[in-house]
């Protein structure tokens, strides 16, 4: 059973109408007790991290969700979700979940030229992945150059390169599915990236717990 970690940072109805179109089971829930026997979580997200931190402390997800990745099932993190994974949020300054190493930078903090070059910010509509670091479960059946929907202005940095699966070029090399042991996280939203997106989230359904 998949659970939905709602915790109100942001429309998630998208995410489950997703997984119904699948024929997946799914639990959606603002309490942590309901999701404890799911074998596999979804944490979404949109938004502000700073307001996402807050959210998730005063719904107990955010002991909940460190619990829960230390039993080795299962965690996909998509969009905000994919990014307060991390240590550490240039968004409010926000010390987030810690659960992978690494930080979240705004496009200028990376490249303070990146808007005069001609790229808008936020990083909005479609863009191709390209695959590194070998193979990733999530990924399985999905070839180079296919397409997803992008909806942000903060990238992820990894502090170590090779939990990076694939990337986005949008002036800079962009990671956008991430795999550092039981976790894995799309920058992209595949619930809003139609046959490529609902691949991703068969292939987290079908992973061995």
Request: proline share 4%.
């Amino acid at each position: 059973m998949i659970g939905i970690v709602d915790y109100n940072a942001g429309n998630i109805t998208s995410v489950a109408r997703a997984l119904k179109s699948l024929g997946m089971e799914y639990i959606l829930s603002k309490k942590p007790s309901d999701l404890k026997d799911c074998d596999r979580l979804i944490f979404p997200g949109v938004g502000d991290a700073a307001y996402a931190m807050v959210q998730l402390k005063e719904t107990e997800f955010d002991t909940f969700l460190k619990d829960f990745v230390k039993t080795g099932k299962p965690l996909l993190g998509i969009c905000l979700g994919s990014q307060i994974i991390f240590d550490f949020s240039e968004e409010g300054n926000t010390e987030c979940l810690g659960l992978v190493k690494g930080k979240i930078s705004h496009f200028e903090s990376l490249d303070k030229d990146i808007v005069s070059k001609g790229f808008k910010i936020p990083h909005m509509g479609w863009n191709n992945l390209t695959l590194k670091n070998g193979d990733c479960p999530l990924l399985k059946g999905l070839p180079e150059n296919s397409d997803f929907y992008f909806v942000h202005s903060y990238v992820i940095c990894p502090e170590s390169d090779e939990v990076i699966k694939a990337t986005a070029d949008y002036g800079i090399k962009v990671p956008s599915v991430i795999q550092s042991g039981n976790i894995f996280a799309c920058q992209f939203h595949p619930e809003k990236s139609g046959k490529a997106g609902l691949a991703i989230l068969k292939n987290f359904g079908d992973l061995k717990c």
